[in-house]
């Protein structure tokens, strides 16, 4: 694997299996009574968001948490950042203080990769969202979801998701969620397609390596996942689309088009919902919705990415782990 | 009056001849002229060209010395070979009255290094609301007759349909930013492949073309000439040679950056490749190289757009868009005309110093290399090559895409009007 964690498209298919066998490991750990490993003590990670995020940002921190990781947490709102810190001094302090891994939201697409590549600081950047890039973790957790699903817990370890069928559908233009799924779920051998009004899929998608489709419906009865991307609604005032009953009635998901998928397919989204818009309640919160659980494997996900980045060779669970909490 | 004799150069890279300076012009052009008096300039296998003139540099002063001086800029300048540059408009205060045209003009004259021509802002504030007072500025000083908003388009037809007219009276010419505002609203780089990899806004070639094809159109209406700067796309190419062809009134420019550069550097998201018309792709390129050889793009202009460190050693979206040019514009131009065989050094000649001159209304500029004209010369020694070192330029910006990039050619000497700005490659 590469030091860093920037875009999706930069795992092999080994890495990306073993992120998602490791995660699996991991998840174990979520079962016990006592859910913390020794791995990364007296390790610091700071988590900089430049941009406003729940979710993500105590995903990671739980994540780093269960390894037992100093958490610093960085917010640029109130910080010097709003006071025109630029990104390069702001890593530049924090690599001062000695932290051993970095990881990024950022609004600006490309500002993980600038700052792994511009010799500005040296630890581990992790990629928790740039711009409408990438979101590696994400789609990661998104994998693993389906892998579980899809082939099964013990039955997936191993394997990667080869000829399973994907669907994403939604704001592909601005959604960095779409681009990393694409790059990874392609490694992993599944079947991607991309639903969307033509005014929100971008000029250039010809090379990406998945096929395009302006019909919900044609593709649901095709699709072992579904994966609804959130559509903001203020993207129909710049006429990305008419109104937003208009894009529900053609782009949402309701009980009647669920229905229409085959009968072990999966509804996923990643999070947070707009209900009424590209999904409503009932699909939501039915058995087949994986939100919750997408949720709760993203922590997986993040604990097995930051031991495989900073944890080195030694193993991340051991049999009988020889903890403060269990002495 | 000093003489200068620079003995064997290849003139415009033909025939090997002595060219003796007298004062401020050209005394003698012939074989083995006599030395007597003369300070020698041996130039055995060096190419003779006039002095480049560019029409489109930005100086940056009044506003912002930290990026560069009129001073600084015509010093890089000359170390790049020119003699002359136009100096857009849009500095702090904005060029767009006859005071700060006058002052820029004044500023070229002290600083000795090049001429220094003012262009005048179409508009009052570069807002493209309401007409500057053109003929002020051109009655000025500063003779002023190029008149442009770049660095924004004039986007409104009615306003960019009086400009057109009005100049007329005088003999101007408007150089229009072709950027159809609306289409790249959030554009971080050109719209396509790598863009939607990237995740970068998308800046669509169709905001340049509808631009100019509705401006060629108005230019035809009226009656005008219009000039395009910074022309980036085959598809500009196709409406500029179709408007040729019907016979409007049209020049272009072609930037050397978008001669040799694309989009595929983009994807190490390191803002210096971070310009504006963005970078294009490899089509487009080849495009607009095969039309600076057939004479639909008429000059090459350097777009020399200085700008401070900081504003660059950031993340994409939140760096200055812009790159400076004028001490590598020769080199690139022999790498990507020159060595490819479209265009032989009088072909560069003409683009680079007698047209841009023409249309620019310059006297005394991209003249030929013959007895009496002006002494505005620039000698090259096209059989270097080596790595671009930002280091040694002596514009006060460093924000270059070549650094480190191998690239054929050096200016060794310099003559503005006899006068040497640049003796064996360094400033005199």
């Not at chain 2, 100086?59 to 010395?65: D, N, V």
């Not at chain 2, 995740?199 to 159109?217: F, K, M, N, T």
Request: net charge negative; glycine share 8%; hydrophobic share 40%.
């Amino acid at each position: 694997m590469k030091r860093h964690l920037i875009s999706a498209a930069d795992l092999t298919r080994d890495d990306a299996v073993l992120i998602l066998d490791t995660a699996e490991e991991m998840a174990r750990v979520a079962d016990r009574p006592i859910k913390k490993l020794p791995t990364l003590r007296g390790r610091t990670i700071c988590n900089l968001f430049f941009e406003d995020s729940t979710r993500t940002r105590i995903s990671f921190e739980a994540a780093e948490k269960r390894l037992s990781a100093d958490v610093i947490n960085f917010a640029a709102k109130g910080s010097s950042v709003s006071k025109g810190e630029s990104l390069k001094d702001t890593a530049q302090t924090l690599e001062a203080m000695g932290v051993d891994a970095v990881v990024i939201r950022h609004h600006a697409s490309g500002a993980p990769y600038r700052l792994a590549n511009s010799g500005w600081i040296d630890a581990p950047v992790i990629n928790a969202g740039d711009g409408t890039h990438q979101h590696p973790t994400q789609a990661l957790l998104d994998a693993f979801t389906m892998r579980r699903r899809l082939v099964g817990r013990d039955a997936g370890l191993g394997k990667g998701l080869d000829g399973r069928r994907i669907t994403l559908v939604g704001d592909v233009l601005h959604s960095r969620v779409a681009r990393s799924n694409v790059d990874l779920l392609h490694t992993l051998g599944a079947e991607v397609t991309l639903v969307a009004p033509p005014t929100l899929v971008p000029v250039g998608v010809e090379t990406w390596p998945c096929e395009i489709s302006y019909s919900l419906d044609e593709v649901l009865p095709k699709s072992d996942a579904v994966m609804m991307l959130r559509v903001q609604r203020e993207r129909m005032n710049a006429a990305f689309f008419p109104t937003e009953r208009e894009y529900s009635r053609r782009y949402g998901l309701d009980a009647a088009r669920m229905a229409r998928m085959p009968e072990d397919a999966i509804v996923m989204h990643p999070g947070p919902m707009v209900r009424g818009m590209e999904i409503t309640a009932e699909v939501a919160d039915s058995d087949r919705c994986t939100v919750v659980e997408q949720v709760a494997n993203g922590v997986s996900i993040r604990m097995a990415v930051l031991y495989l980045l900073l944890g080195g060779s030694e193993p991340a669970v051991t049999t009988a782990p020889r903890t403060e909490e269990t002495k | 009056m000093s003489k200068i004799l620079i003995r064997g150069a290849k003139v415009l890279g033909g025939e090997t001849q002595d060219v003796l300076i007298d004062g401020e012009t050209i005394a003698e052009v012939g074989q083995d002229l006599s030395a007597e008096g003369a300070t020698v300039v041996e130039a055995a296998g060096q190419i003779l060209l006039p002095g480049l003139v560019d029409l489109h540099t930005h100086l940056r002063e009044p506003g912002r010395e930290d990026s560069e001086t009129v001073l600084t800029g015509t010093r890089a300048a000359a170390s790049g070979g020119y003699t002359a540059v136009f100096a857009m408009a849009n500095t702090f205060p904005v060029a767009d009255t006859a005071g700060v045209v006058e002052q820029v003009w004044r500023l070229g004259k002290e600083s000795g290094y090049c001429d220094v021509q003012p262009i005048g802002a179409v508009t009052v504030g570069l807002e493209g609301k309401k007409l500057s007072e053109l003929g002020a500025m051109h009655e000025s000083a500063a003779r002023v007759t190029v008149f442009s908003d770049d660095g924004k388009c004039v986007d409104d037809a009615v306003i960019m349909r009086r400009a057109l007219e009005y100049v007329k009276a005088f003999g101007g010419v408007v150089a229009q930013h072709a950027q159809e505002p609306r289409l790249t609203e959030g554009a971080q780089m050109n719209e396509g492949i790598v863009s939607a990899e990237l995740g970068l806004g998308g800046w669509p070639a169709v905001a340049e073309e509808s631009i100019i094809a509705r401006d060629v159109l108005l230019a035809e209406h009226v009656g005008s000439r219009v000039h395009i700067c910074h022309l980036s796309t085959a598809g500009s190419v196709e409406i500029v040679r179709w408007a040729k062809s019907r016979g409007i009134d049209v020049t272009a420019e072609v930037t050397p950056h978008h001669l040799l550069l694309t989009d595929e550097l983009v994807r190490s998201y390191n803002p210096v490749y971070k310009v504006n018309p963005p970078l294009r792709t490899e089509r487009d390129v080849m495009a607009l190289r095969e039309a600076l050889a057939d004479g639909t793009i008429d000059i090459v202009a350097t777009d020399h757009a200085p700008h401070p460190h900081e504003d660059k050693d950031c993340e994409w979206a939140a760096a200055a868009m812009g790159m400076v040019g004028l001490e590598t514009a020769l080199s690139v131009v022999q790498e990507t005309m020159v060595e490819t065989g479209l265009l032989d050094w009088a072909g560069v000649a003409e683009r680079m110093s007698a047209a841009p001159a023409r249309i620019g209304g310059l006297s005394g500029h991209g003249r030929p290399v013959s007895a009496g004209e002006p002494a505005n010369l620039t000698l090259v020694d096209t059989s270097y090559r080596g790595p671009v070192d930002p280091a040694h330029f002596a514009s006060r910006s460093r924000n270059t895409p070549y650094e480190g990039r191998e690239l054929p050619g050096r200016v060794t000497h310099t003559f503005l009007r006899g006068r040497a700005t640049v003796v064996d490659g360094k400033l005199a």
